[in-house]
């Protein structure tokens, strides 16, 4: 198999980052739609997405696409497309899928059928019966949109954003590609300073850090796809050694996550711990409105409560306003970054945003609110 085509699936508003990530990995014929970036490539595509996207969901195998009116469409086109020269004879295949705005709206039965047709397409090529399924697994998805079917298989198994260094969370977790997006919207550097002053449970800072040392995200992971034969152990090691001698773990940082909650400030030291960056970010208990850094033209990136429960909306607000006045006293070179779907955020900081820009925390609707600071002077 020479050449694949993938999608990278996308949180909204994240699409035109996770295209620029695929461009940076060398690959141009690059498609960008809602909540998803189609691209063609050689299969070393596929373990270097993986390891590589930061704020992508998952990275999806195109089997075949094609419009589809009927159920017996449906079955003819799926049995036609060549499901024999990627699944192996003992694989396991589920099947899961999707419909919006399609004439075959049932999801249940779409999915039935699939399986059906994957299942006889295997038959002719295989020459038996039955399929044990005890083998490499395969998780197919049909998605209907606007009468047209495309059959994907997932590449990645868990989401992305498991990197595999958060074991613990606290109640409303960011997820990681979030972090990383809200890191890579803003013009931070390894050598300038970043604070998070709501860490939570670190993700931010480590994001930070790993994009600082230009570590792969996924590189403390595994992927359902490295069980496949077709693309080989060697591809993998290949792609794996290529973020090894990526990786630059001499430089320096000077990141630093705070927390009112001491409980918080110790999971995201725990948390650090585990992804490798114990003795690299720096972790203190405080509130927002004591924070002060020496250093200068630093970026700060934070989430911090939305005061969306009933009875915090007000102490929320009021922290909003204090820690407006208290970023613009003592952090008048820095650059700040806020996530936050309170719609009076601005009025109550006290200062109009440079830049505001739409995006997703999970179900929820939120602005992430630039006010940019100063340019650094030039050495």
């Known amino acids: 198999m020479e050449k694949v085509t993938l999608i990278a699936t996308a949180t909204m508003g994240l699409e035109a980052l996770v295209a620029r ?3 940076d990995l060398g690959y141009d014929d690059v498609q960008v739609e809602n909540g998803k970036v189609t691209f063609t490539a050689d299969v070393t595509a596929i373990p270097r997405a993986n390891l590589w996207l930061r704020t992508a969901d998952r990275v999806k195998l195109v089997v075949g696409e094609f419009k589809a009116f009927t159920f017996d469409e449906l079955f003819e086109k799926t049995k036609a497309l060549p499901w024999a020269d990627i699944i192996p004879v003992d694989a396991e295949f589920p099947v899961i899928g999707k419909s919006v705005k399609s004439k ?3 999801v249940s039965d779409c999915q039935a059928i699939v399986k059906k047709a994957v299942v006889e397409s ?3 090529r ?8 005890d083998g490499p697994f395969y998780r197919i998805e049909v998605a209907l ?10 590449t990645s198994g868990q989401g992305l954003h498991k990197r595999g260094y958060r074991y613990l969370h606290n109640q409303a977790p960011l997820k990681e590609t979030l972090a990383a997006a809200m890191i890579m919207l803003t013009p931070w550097k390894a050598d300038r300073p970043f604070v998070d002053p709501f860490t ?4 931010i800072p480590i994001e930070a850090a790993m994009i600082g040392q230009n570590l792969a995200p996924g590189f403390n992971r595994d992927f359902v796809s490295e069980d496949w034969h077709w693309i080989g152990k060697e591809t993998w090691d290949t792609a794996r050694q290529e973020v090894e001698d990526k990786a630059n773990y001499d430089q320096p940082l000077d990141i630093l996550g705070t927390d009112i909650d001491h409980r918080s400030v110790e999971l995201a030291s725990n948390n650090a711990m585990e992804a490798g960056f114990g003795d690299l970010i720096k972790w203190k208990q405080m509130q927002v409105t004591d924070l002060r850094h020496r250093g200068e033209y630093g970026i700060l990136v934070g989430n911090p409560p939305y005061g969306e429960r009933l009875g915090e909306r007000t102490e929320v607000e009021q922290m909003y306003t204090e820690m407006g006045r208290s970023f613009q006293k003592h952090l008048e070179t820095w650059s700040v970054y806020m996530l936050t779907s309170h719609e009076g955020f601005e009025e109550l900081y006290g200062k109009k945003a440079t830049k505001k820009r739409k995006l997703y925390n999970g179900n929820i609707k939120v602005d992430y609110y630039q006010f940019f600071g100063p340019r650094p002077p030039r050495d």
């Open 126 to 133: 295989y020459k038996q019966g039955w399929f044990d399924e």
């Open 200 to 203: 939570g449970s670190g993700t």
């Open 21 to 23: 990530e695929v461009k």
């Open 122 to 124: 295997l038959k002719k």
């Open 145 to 154: 949109h606007k009468d047209v079917a495309t059959l994907t298989i997932d």
């Open 104 to 106: 075959l709206f049932s």
